[in-house]
């Protein structure tokens, strides 16, 4: 399967990256520096965005190969809301497609685990119930609404999902279907079931936690901000991603 295609990165560590320079700084005043950059449009709709971001909601997803996949299912995840997916890496590094992705890179954040076990703990912790995708689920796609704290499981393009990962997720969640077909897509199953485990879902995220991913939002959106946060006693390293083009510009 699809390994060696062109334009794609290691999102995670590009995350890691980043979020390690931003820790070391004040959130708050990244943010009040470079709002200054921005149009009040353009404010109001980070702030909107961010404060409908939701935790209770998260994807794991099994040792995703192909970057094409990994990166629809990340696209999907900021399409509905969702402010983290989980990635059980196994035996190769997530790698994604950014001409699938779109940027939703930028905007997701994507947590990875060497193993199943380091998965499970995480999210368990977390207080999310793993509920995996089979097609003989016995939850259909409404009842992922009525849980209060979802890690919806996906598999491997060839493996599914590997059984030390099911034996961990209580239940499972089917889509229907009249066709021929007997399956979906990895990413359109995603989609699908996120629609409506998502829907009247108010945003949940700490506000210290927005605030924090409001200085990130404008980090990689406005022009030079690096330099800008130079010019005023804050380094940043000048390795952050480029803002992406205006909309207009995009094929």
């Known amino acids: 399967m699809r390994r060696s295609t062109p334009n794609c990165s290691f999102v995670a560590q590009e995350q890691r990256r980043l979020l390690a320079a931003l820790d070391a700084l004040d959130a708050a005043a990244v943010a009040r520096i470079l709002e200054e950059f921005v149009t009040p449009e353009r404010r109001a709709r980070l702030r909107g965005v961010i404060a409908s971001r939701l935790d209770a909601v998260t994807v ?26 989980h990635i059980i890496e196994r035996a190769e590094p997530f790698l994604v497609s950014n001409t699938v992705s779109r940027g939703s890179e930028r905007w997701v954040e994507v947590r990875t685990h060497a193993t199943t076990e380091a998965a499970v703990a995480a999210l368990r912790a977390s207080g999310h119930e793993l509920v995996a995708t089979h097609p003989d689920g016995e939850l259909t796609p409404r009842d992922l609404a009525s849980i209060p704290r979802l890690a919806l499981v996906l598999g491997n393009e060839r493996h599914g999902i590997r ?19 007997e399956s979906l897509n990895v990413s359109v199953t995603a989609a699908i079931l996120l629609e409506h485990a998502t829907t009247g879902r108010p945003g949940d995220l700490p506000e210290p936690y927005q605030t924090r991913l409001y200085a990130r939002a404008l980090v990689l959106t406005v022009p030079h901000a690096p330099e800008i946060l130079a010019a005023r006693g804050m380094d940043l390293p000048l390795g952050v991603p480029p803002p992406p083009p205006p909309r207009a510009a995009r094929r």
Not at 65 to 85: E, I, K, W
Not at 165 to 181: H, I, K, N, W
């Open 60 to 85: 794991a997803m099994d040792a995703p190969h192909d970057p094409h996949n990994g990166a629809a299912v990340l696209r999907s995840c900021d399409a509905f809301g969702l402010q983290r997916l």
């Open 163 to 181: 059984a030390d990962l099911a034996d961990a997720c209580a239940r499972a969640v089917r889509v229907p279907m009249r066709g021929f077909v």
